[in-house]
């Protein structure tokens, strides 16, 4: 049992190329989503997915694409780096709703720099 | 909306002194809260949750939160900090009946000097 596995853990990108990050789980959870962390603002949710084939919008969508073809992988593509898109980048799943007692699971994080 | 509000950025403690991070949040209904914790350059480690029942919640590595609805807050404490404790750490909320989200604070900081 992994739990959430992301790769790549560190990239460095040039503006204006693309690129996907990739997330996976094991643990047969409903539940994924992409959160940025960035320097004194927390984490904040990008794209969720509440199962296979269904995606949608957290805080901060804009550009970042997301797809969920099958209940593991949840992977997140940038589609043209920019700078202000250098963060920490983290995939998390859960089993179902958090008012069941359910928990959140995060994966290791990506470090992405986009210069 | 919910939202959580950590008061301090950056909180620096000798090891062996007790330690308090305090949040604060605002939600309309009974919330589920959630301590996490992030060493440098890892990712986020559960540290305790409270659902519901005693508002005295114990955790992982010696860590204990109380839940306190008249003041809206879930202070996280430890009696005796360790060097390893130092990391930043965040506090969340659950985000409204029938949602997976959490919605985090912007964390706080803690340095121990040895």
């Known amino acids: 049992n992994a739990g959430v596995t992301q790769t790549p853990k560190f990239q460095v990108l040039k503006t204006g190329q693309s690129m996907t990050l990739q997330c996976a789980q094991d643990?047969?959870?409903?539940?994924m989503s992409w959160y940025r962390q960035d320097p004194g603002m927390g984490l904040r949710l990008i794209h969720y997915?509440?199962?296979?084939?269904?995606?949608d919008q957290g805080e901060v969508p804009n550009g970042y694409n997301v797809s969920r073809s099958t209940t593991e992988d949840f992977p997140l593509r940038l589609l043209s780096a920019a700078p202000s898109q250098t963060s920490v980048y983290f995939c998390?799943?859960?089993?179902?709703?958090?008012?069941?007692?359910?928990?959140?699971?995060f994966g290791e994080g990506s470090w992405l720099t986009v210069v | 909306a919910q939202s959580v509000t950590q008061p301090d950025i950056h909180i620096t403690v000798s090891e062996g002194a007790s330690l308090e991070l305090r949040c604060n949040y605002s939600?309309?209904?009974?919330?589920?809260l959630f301590w996490y914790v992030q060493s440098p350059g890892q990712g986020l480690q559960l540290l305790l949750k409270?659902?519901?029942?005693?508002?005295l919640v114990q955790g992982i590595k010696g860590f204990e939160a109380e839940f306190k609805r008249s003041q809206s807050s879930f202070n996280l404490r430890k009696p005796s900090v360790h060097w390893s404790d130092a990391a930043e750490y965040f506090c969340?909320?659950?985000?409204?009946?029938?949602?997976?989200?959490?919605?985090f604070g912007k964390g706080t900081k803690l340095s121990v000097i040895p």
């Open positions: 998390a799943s859960s089993y179902s709703i958090l008012d069941r007692g359910n928990t959140i699971y």
């Open positions: 643990m047969n959870h409903e539940y």
């Open positions: 997915s509440v199962g296979a084939g269904i995606t």
């Open positions: 939600y309309g209904a009974t919330p589920y």
């Open positions: 409270y659902f519901s029942g005693d508002t």
């Open positions: 969340a909320i659950y985000s409204g009946a029938g949602s997976y989200q959490l919605t």
